[in-house]
Nanobody, 114 residues
């Protein structure tokens, strides 16, 4: 059973940075794609960034240039470096991994105060 565990969320002020981590219970190369999604109160879950096993990245327009997704295969971990945070980035952030199945982490709260 694959497990994804997110960490690194917290409360920051607008303009500050935060780095989220998603640790997988197995090799991340078993996944075709890993990514980060977020869900703000009263809104649908939305894509933030994805990273394929081949190293291709994709970002939501609202975070492009501010967020970076990266991986450390030795640690079976995917990261989301978030910079220049805005109050509208406030949400629960979820890690996602796709192989023949779709896996989700439990989420980590990010709150950006103005």
């Amino acid at each position: 059973q694959v497990q994804l565990v997110e960490s690194g969320g917290g409360l920051v002020q607008a303009g500050e940075s935060l780095k989220l981590s998603c640790a997988a219970s197995g090799s991340i190369f078993m996944f075709n794609t890993m990514g980060w999604y977020r869900q703000a109160p009263g809104k649908q879950r939305e894509l933030v960034a994805t990273l394929t096993s081949g190293g291709f990245t994709n970002y939501a327009g609202s975070v492009k240039g501010r967020f970076t997704i990266a991986r450390d295969s030795a640690k079976n971990t995917v990261y989301l470096q978030m910079s220049s945070l805005k109050p509208e980035d406030t949400a629960v952030y979820y890690c996602n991994a796709r192989s023949n199945y779709l896996y989700w982490g439990q989420g980590t709260q990010v709150t950006v105060s103005s």
